[in-house]
């Protein structure tokens, strides 16, 4: 069955790095946009980052521009977020999901968004 697998999260000091991965499986993902959300304990779910299939659209939440970057690897069928500068606000579950209707650009809400990862806990320590 079609799936997304997140990877890289893990415990980080404010101000360091982390590079989350999310590896489609059973089937390709590359025709699709592709977003990172997140949700910390008692909060909702919130859009991080937005890219278009061809990779060369991005969209970020003003809470992470400049320090969060979305990417993707057609070839190896990846998406990745590379976190710098992290904050103990940025923890949270982070998971990926896929848009499969074709759009020009990512949507920046969950309704949009089809297929989702179980998601990769990222805990920044202050």
């Known amino acids: 069955q079609a799936q997304l697998v997140e990877s890289g999260g893990g415990l980080v000091q404010a101000g360091g790095s982390l590079r989350l991965s999310c590896a489609a499986s059973g089937r390709t993902f590359s025709s699709y946009c592709m977003a990172w959300f997140r949700q910390a304990p008692g909060k909702e779910r919130e859009f991080v980052a937005g890219?278009?299939?061809?990779?060369?659209?991005?969209n970020y939440a003003d809470s992470v521009k400049g320090r969060f970057t979305i990417s993707r690897d057609s070839a190896k069928d990846t998406v990745y977020l590379q976190m710098n500068k992290l904050k103990p606000e940025d923890t949270a579950v982070y998971y990926c999901?896929?848009?499969?209707?074709?759009?020009?650009?990512?949507?920046?809400?969950?309704?949009?968004?089809?297929?989702w990862g179980q998601g990769t806990q990222v805990a920044v320590s202050s």
């Open positions: 890219i278009s299939s061809s990779g060369g659209y991005t």
């Open positions: 999901a896929a848009d499969r209707s074709w759009r020009p650009v990512p949507r920046d809400t969950a309704e949009y968004y089809d297929y």
